[in-house]
């Protein structure tokens, strides 16, 4: 194990062994699945266009290469067969755990900087550097919103609503296709 895997293995050990740590912060994009406290699965992303996997039953880590992209947010599916990779203009999709490439998602003109999927539905949402922020199923996508701004956040609040920011405004979208600025 050599470079940044070597330092993400080593800071995260670390971490997983202190009893103590109740928060976890390193500089990489981190995504958990917790099945209960003996075995869960760690999924890393960083700024070297790396995914790394950790999976805490086997002890087993392995890693990706995303073709030098950077890693700007993760999302898992509940029922954890895809972890979702946020990248400079697409959203990749990945098998859990092997982190094999399934499949790209194009529509974002920048970074895409959000990712959230709503848990009854399974329903992705994202949110980008180019204003826009999409509800996708499968790889097709509609633009809940049309911005100049960056997305700032994006939180799913329950099966009905999403909130998201940009600029000075805060968002609220309902999926009767409204939105309502605050």
Known sequence: EEGPLKSIISDTRRLLKSQEAKTIRIPYLLACFLDNPDCFSLYIGTSEGELVSYE???EEWSSVSINQQVVNCLAIASERSILY????????????????????????????????????????????????????????YNDIFNGN??????????????????????????????????
């Open 85 to 140: 990779a946020g990248l400079d203009d697409v959203i990749s999709l990945f098998e859990i755990p092997n982190l094999n490439l399934l499949s790209e998602f194009a529509g974002h003109s920048g970074s895409v900087l959000f990712l959230r999927i709503q848990p009854k539905t399974q329903i992705l949402f994202s949110g980008g550097e180019d204003g826009s922020v999409k509800r996708w199923e499968d790889e097709n």
């Open 56 to 58: 805490k039953q086997s």
């Open 149 to 182: 701004r960056p997305i700032v956040g994006l939180e799913i609040v329950d099966e009905n609503y999403v909130v998201f920011a940009e600029d000075k405004y805060v968002h609220i979208y309902r999926e009767t296709k409204q939105y309502d600025r605050i």
